[in-house]
C-alpha cells in the first residue's frame, strides 16, 4: 500500500519546484542546489548541502535548519507554510547573489 502525501510534505515538494523554476539558471556550481525529498523517518526537503525543511507532521510544524559555521545554526519552527516560503526565498537569493560586503557603523 503506497501512502499518499501529507497536506505539509506535498507543500514541501511545490516548495521545491518553486525553487527550480527560480534559479534554474542562477545556482553556482561550487554548490548547487540539492531540492530533494526525502523521509528519514518524516518528510525532509534538503535544499543544498547546510540547508533543510523537515516536516513534522506530528505537530504539523515546519522546521527549517541553515547551518550558517561550525558552531552558528539558525533555525525556524513554525506552522506558517508561507513563512517557510518567505525565510527559504530570502536564503536561496541571498546565497546565489554572492558574497556581501558589510561596512561597519561608527
Known sequence: MLHF???????????ADLLRKQV??????????LLTMSRCPGSRLSIDRI????????????HVVIEAAAD?????DTTDF???V??????VTGRNSGPVALEAVS
Open 82 to 84: 508561507d513563512t517557510v
Open 72 to 76: 552558528a545554526r539558525i533555525t525556524l
Open 86 to 91: 518567505n525565510f527559504v526565498v530570502q536564503y
Open 24 to 33: 534554474a539558471s542562477g545556482a553556482p556550481e561550487r554548490d548547487p542546489l
Open 5 to 15: 502525501p501529507i497536506r505539509g510534505e506535498a507543500l514541501l515538494v511545490k516548495l
Open 51 to 62: 540547508a533543510y525543511v523537515d516536516f513534522l507532521a506530528d505537530r504539523s510544524t515546519y
